[in-house]
T-cell receptor, first 111, second 111 residues
Framework: DPKIIQKPKYLVAVTGSEKILICEQY?????MYWYRQSAKKPLEFMFS???????DNQTASSRFQPQSSKKNHLDLQITALKPDDSATYFC??????????FGKGTRLTVV | QQKVQQSPESLTVSEGAMASLNCTFS??????FRWYRQHSAKGLEVLVS????GEKEEGRFTAHLNRANLHVSLHIREPQPSDSAVYLC???????????FGDGTQLVVKP
């Protein structure tokens, strides 16, 4: 059973639209993260949350907004989508500074 | 900004032969190193974590760390075709769980 659930698995969006990527973890972790993997680029850190509070933000654009409605949820809202936003977005979680576990990702294509 | 470089970019080995992957990092204060495996269209699977110089074995996977040389390696004993995947080196500072990834090594294990 996957312990970190990301929905949807695939997503196609129109340029200028807004989408929300869902992430739920059932590992009991208090820290959650978002990473992005674009074509021909390494995985890049985007955000980290601890106890539902933003700890670190490496995303320059305010179009990317994490949303944490519950301790085990960290969704990612992306507004005014651009083709360059096309990537696979990975959610991850950890308990303090121990192992970081990743979900299977949401592959976003912006047309 | 931390730079993580992996070599080789791709590696083909025969089933049963040792596979060796390399990773160099730029920030000498890094103290948390992980190797992940990524099968296509799947999430990341952590293989081995290492925090101090020396070696750490997890089944057929052994990580070697030499922080003075800014180098960490992964050796896969008796690789099997099912080990064919992209292997990612991940480096972080334990007080800050922002992980920096390399570009990956594409491993192909031929029967």
């Amino acid at each position: 059973d996957p312990k970190i659930i990301q929905k949807p698995k695939y997503l196609v969006a129109v340029t200028g639209s807004e989408k929300i990527l869902i992430c739920e973890q059932y590992l009991g972790h208090n820290a959650m993260y978002w990473y992005r993997q674009s074509a021909k680029k390494p995985l890049e850190f985007m955000f980290s949350y601890s106890y539902q509070k933003l700890m670190d933000n490496q995303t320059a654009s305010s179009r990317f907004q994490p949303q944490s409605s519950k301790k085990n949820h960290l969704d990612l809202q992306i507004t005014a989508l651009k083709p360059d936003d096309s990537a696979t977005y990975f959610c991850a979680s950890s308990q303090q500074i121990t192992e970081v576990f990743f979900g299977k990702g949401t592959r976003l294509t912006v047309v | 900004q931390q730079k993580v470089q992996q070599s080789p970019e791709s590696l083909t080995v025969s089933e049963g032969a040792m596979a060796s992957l390399n990773c160099t990092f730029s920030d000498g204060t890094s103290n948390n190193f992980r190797w992940y495996r990524q099968h296509s269209a799947k999430g990341l699977e952590v293989l081995v974590s290492i925090f101090s110089d020396g070696e750490k074995e997890e089944g057929r996977f052994t990580a070697h760390l030499n922080r003075a040389n800014l180098h960490v390696s992964l050796h896969i004993r008796e690789p099997q075709p099912s080990d064919s995947a992209v292997y990612l080196c991940a480096v972080s500072i334990r007080s800050n769980n922002r992980i920096f990834f390399g570009d990956g090594t594409q491993l192909v294990v031929k029967p």
